[in-house]
Nanobody, 114 residues
Framework: QVQLEESGGGFVQPGGSLRLSCTGS?????????IQWYRQAPGKQREWVAS???????GVAKSVAGRFTISGDNSLKTVYLQMNSLTPEDTAVYYC???????WGQGTQVTVSS
């Protein structure tokens, strides 16, 4: 069974940091994968944020470049999204997905506000 679960969201003040985690089932991480992070703010379309494949290749969107980084730990079956210098515009529900299986997590809320 393919499962993904996000965690690490929360409330943070502008300029703060959060690290999101996307933890998957063995069926995801035992094979080649591409994990993607998306976000969706209220009233806006879902936006791609970052991707990471099993072989370590990946990248982040221009809108978050220099502030967000993506990394993974295959032994922990987890992909991380490190978010620094957060602004209110980063407020959204953040989702991870896996391309090959089409699986999505349930999302984790990130709220940036003073």
């Amino acid at each position: 069974q393919v499962q993904l679960e996000e965690s690490g969201g929360g409330f943070v003040q502008p300029g703060g940091s959060l690290r999101l985690s996307c933890t998957g089932s063995e069926s995801v991480f035992s094979m080649y994968y591409i994990i993607q992070w998306y976000r969706q703010a209220p009233g806006k379309q879902r936006e791609w944020v970052a991707s990471l494949s099993r072989d370590g290749t990946g990248g982040v969107a221009k809108s978050v470049a220099g502030r967000f980084t993506i990394s993974g730990d295959n032994s922990l079956k987890t992909v991380y999204l490190q978010m620094n210098s957060l602004t209110p515009e980063d407020t959204a529900v953040y989702y991870c997905s896996e391309v090959r299986s089409g699986a999505w997590g349930q999302g984790t809320q990130v709220t940036v506000s003073s």
